[in-house]
């Protein structure tokens, strides 16, 4: 039984198309995250014996508390050493799909307190600000997110962006410029 010329193109047609759909569902599976077929994983190890512990757990005895005292005394001085006050702004995009503005910052050496965020123009006074507190993500500090509509900036161009920390008795702050486009 020979086959027709019309019936070969309409079998090598649809060997075709069942490649390329078939091709298609593995790259939306991988990209997708539902197999892994480009990336190996590492096989974990396990440890195969127990660590052993230097630890000490007899009973405290006077002398243990007085050498104790001493370290502390020693390793810290009188008064406590601070961390200084610091901030970083980790992120400034504007996002062209919801027209906003996006601020994220790290907190160094303040567990509360408050964020500043200002813009300006030309070294003109600052056009737009908020305030949000310093809070904890993990073990990180950051001041909380800002999302700022841009139809609340009054015009495009090169923006400074200043944002300032303050815990309550020091203050730090980081500045950063972004070219804003409507």
């Not at 086959?3 to 309409?10: H, M, S």
């Not at 050498?67 to 020693?74: E, G, L, T, V």
């Not at 500043?116 to 030309?122: A, G, H, I, V």
Request: glycine share 4%; net charge positive; aromatic share 6%.
């Amino acid at each position: 039984m020979a086959i027709k010329k019309n019936n070969w193109q309409k079998l090598l047609f649809v060997a075709c198309t069942m490649v390329l759909i078939g091709g298609f569902v593995v790259f939306v599976l991988e990209k997708t995250h539902v197999i892994n077929l480009y990336h190996k994983t590492t096989p974990r190890v396990s440890a195969t014996t127990k660590p052993t512990s230097s630890i000490d757990y007899s009973p405290a005895t006077a002398n243990d508390n007085a050498n104790n005292d001493q370290i502390k005394k020693n390793s810290l001085g009188d008064t406590p050493q601070s961390q200084p006050l610091n901030v970083t702004i980790t992120r400034l995009t504007q996002n062209p799909d919801t027209k906003t503005l996006i601020v994220r910052a790290l907190v160094e050496g303040a567990s509360t307190g408050t964020c500043t965020l200002e813009f300006s123009q030309s070294n003109n006074p600052p056009q737009l600000t908020r305030q949000a507190q310093i809070s904890q993500q993990n073990n990180i500090f950051i001041c909380n997110g800002y999302d700022i509509p841009q139809s609340e900036l009054p015009g495009t161009g090169t923006w400074s962006v200043k944002l300032t920390i303050n815990d309550g008795s020091n203050s730090a702050f980081a500045t950063q410029n972004i070219m804003i486009e409507k």
